[in-house]
């Protein structure tokens, strides 16, 4: 799929020059950057014009897109790839599992099937020291979806839709601490108020601190699996509002402040590729339930985030290591970055994100456990 083009957006910065590299990019990432032909003279990241109204964001992507899931074509057994790998590691029972012996750019069409299938159930799948640069990474990307090009966030320049990952750009302008590391360091899921909100995200860290950084995330499979079935009768097809991460102004009211992006999305929904329910709320940008009163909808919600976040046995704490890719799904599952290591140490690395389908719900989808014999019999 090619590459969507971002239409030019007003912006308060339109006339700012670029500005140079005054962080210090980690030796690690200019290495990779450089070796891909990155030019970086104009200085790095590259800052898009950033929009300042709502309507300009709205209209980036507001329309119905057709999306093919490609681990929907999979082969279950997913031999191609598996087979082709040296040792495959599943990390905990229900979510995560990682893969050795590949390189993600040499893969198949076959094997990029599979593995999209092999996300779809295993939630989150890590692939260490990995020879891959932002081009390859955006080309696997597309593989997945529409990539995701972000009119706020800095991306690798000449590379849309490859963002920069990399905290000490991010406390330029939002400065962290122990008490409050902000940023990626909550409980969150990517974009849920697009249109077409994301599905698999590909994050490659080529620089990473020698002591903590972790990435964890939680499966939603597992988290609807943890209602009874009574609550889930009561949740199942109900909506939410879902919101942005960044603000914008109302440009009919621009003294009203900033707003965010909100959109209505299922608040349980189904994976394409595996016909499995999911529960999908996020702490941070889940809003309201539709249709009931704040302090019901509060209730809720503040349940639902606690069984997803507290419940660590649908949960995988990563420890990176250089050169090692994520890719994760958004539609079914939360994730949370740790700050332990405090901006001490340098970490970057670079995200690619494809946009999946409008989220649906089917009340007659199993969850995770009764299509795979597990559920017992109050489940």
């Known amino acids: 799929m090619a590459p969507v083009a971002l239409p030019i957006l ?80 599943q990390l ?22 599979e593995l999209g299938l092999l996300i779809a159930e295993r939630s989150v799948v890590f692939f260490r020291d990995q020879e891959l640069t932002p081009q390859e990474q955006r080309k696997l990307g597309q593989w997945f979806g529409e990539v995701e090009v972000h009119p706020q966030v800095p991306s690798v320049p000449g590379v849309p839709g490859t963002t920069v990952i990399w905290p000490a750009l991010q406390a330029t302008e939002f400065a962290a601490n122990f008490r409050n590391p ?44 943890k209602l009874s079935p009574g609550f889930r009768k009561f949740i199942d097809g109900k909506e939410a509002v879902y919101r942005s991460a960044h603000q914008y ?5 621009p003294t009203a402040g900033p707003k965010y992006i909100e959109r209505v999305h299922p608040l349980v929904r189904v994976h394409p590729a595996t016909g499995w329910k999911a529960l999908w709320v996020n702490r941070a940008m889940t809003v309201r339930i539709v249709g009931l009163d704040k302090a019901e909808s509060d209730l ?34 939360i994730h949370n970055a740790s700050w332990d290591y405090e901006g001490n140490e340098p970490r970057h690395g670079t995200r690619v994100t494809a946009l999946a389908e409008k989220p649906y719900f089917d009340e007659k989808a199993p969850t995770r456990r009764q299509a795979l014999g597990l559920a017992g019999p109050d489940e």
């Open 249 to 253: 102004l109302d440009r009919n009211d």
């Open 182 to 225: 902000g940023g990626a360091s909550r409980w969150h899921t990517d974009l849920v108020h697009e249109r077409q909100p994301a599905g698999v995200t590909h994050l490659h860290n080529d620089t990473i601190p020698s002591i903590g950084g972790d990435t964890l995330w939680a499966s939603g499979y597992g988290a609807y699996e």
């Open 92 to 113: 905990t029972a229900h979510i995560g599992t990682e893969i050795k012996g590949l390189q993600l750019k040499d893969l198949t069409d076959q094997q990029k099937d």
């Open 10 to 89: 007003p912006s308060i910065r339109d006339t700012v020059a670029p500005r140079k590299d005054t962080l210090g990019l980690p030796e690690p990432a200019r290495k990779r950057l450089e070796k891909a032909g990155i030019d970086l003279s104009a200085g790095y990241p590259y800052r898009p014009a950033k929009p300042i109204y709502l309507d300009d964001v709205y209209n980036v992507r507001d329309y119905d897109r057709p999306f093919t899931d490609p681990g929907s074509r999979a082969d279950p057994a997913k031999k191609a790839l598996l087979s082709a790998a040296t040792e495959v590691i």
């Open 300 to 333: 809720i919600l503040g349940y639902l985030y606690d069984v997803y976040e507290r419940n660590v046995d649908i949960q995988v704490r990563f420890k990176w290591t250089p050169g090692t890719s994520a890719l994760w799904d958004n539609r079914i599952t």
